[in-house]
């Protein structure tokens, strides 16, 4: 896509068929609602009063979702799940099993392969909505190029990375995150992905140190969290301090930055002006989402992207068909 110069700022919502652009008052931003494509394992069926209907490969899965404050009107008492998370009052919460299913399976986005599997927190190990970004991810990418994933997770953004060819640090404080991660890697055939478990900073920290650079930067924060050494992290305490020692740590070519959260409150304007004081030009941020099946798109989490002006200009000029 090429962006063009606009004299207001202009919202967009992007899939790979659509665009829509609403003008308002604001020159210099671009905030872009981007929703995933090319999902078959997936698909958001329903949701109302706070739950969202999911399906998972074979598997119907009924979980809490705060964004959904509207009320339901299209027969939820009638789901039909193999699973349903309950929250506790006394905080965390447990999986109601309704039918069998597997501990866990594996599904499959394109070309890449994961494993699901429900954790006694809610999630299934996979955040459908990035799907947006590891299509935007594979399409900067390149084989040979270094690419930083922080918070890596269960490896989403590292195995998209490494599948363009690319040699993937992923770094992740959890080791049974990285496990997880290496089990997803071992799945698609990947060994050109480096695991380290640590202190996000302090790891960027040693790298400045070393002398060692990367062509890309991935990170997906998280609001609040702790190292490996009990070392304590909190989203808006350390995140420029994090982002402006990780852009001393990009090469001469950098392609990319990407910063996605999920933090309440939190702007994507916010996570692009840290951004844009680190890197100045090339800087756009929006929000991740998903079309349900009844129409309404679920807001899922806010983004910013950093990309060299040669790389945007080679970019598609217009939505793909």
Partial sequence: MIWTKLALRA???????????INTTRKDYISVLILPDGW???????????EK????????????????????????????????YHRSIQGGGS??????????????????????RP?????????????????????????????LNLFGYTGGATIAAAKTGASVTHVDAAKGMNMWAK??????????????????????????RRGNRYDAIIMDPPSY???????????????HELVRSCA?????????????????????????????????KGVTSGELGIKCANGLILPCGIYARWERAEIVKRSPSGPRR
């Fill in 183 to 208: 089990e997803n890697a071992a799945l698609n055939g990947l060994s050109n992905i480096r695991f380290i478990t640590d202190d996000v900073l302090k790891f960027v920290q040693r790298e400045q």
């Fill in 119 to 147: 954790t006694d927190f809610k999630h299934m190990g996979l955040f459908p909505e990035q799907a947006a970004n590891w299509d935007w991810i594979m399409r900067n990418a390149e084989p040979g190029i270094k690419i």
């Fill in 248 to 280: 001393q740590l990009l090469s001469t070519n950098a392609r990319f930055f990407l910063i996605n959260a999920y933090t309440t409150g939190f702007s994507s304007i916010v996570v692009e002006n840290i951004l844009r004081v680190a890197l100045k």
């Fill in 225 to 239: 969290g702790r190292g490996p050494g009990g070392e304590v992290w909190k989203i808006e305490d350390r995140l």
């Fill in 11 to 21: 919202i967009l919502i992007y899939n790979t068929q659509n665009w829509l652009a």
């Fill in 53 to 84: 209907l999911e399906r998972w490969g074979n598997v119907v899965v009924a979980r809490p979702d705060p964004q959904i404050i509207w009320p339901d009107t299209s027969g939820k008492v009638k789901w039909d799940c193999h699973l349903r």
């Fill in 40 to 50: 078959k394992d997936y698909a958001l069926l329903d949701m109302a009063s706070g």
């Fill in 95 to 116: 999986w109601e099993r309704i039918k069998t299913t597997p501990e866990r399976w594996t599904i499959t986005w394109r070309s890449l392969k994961f494993i699901i």
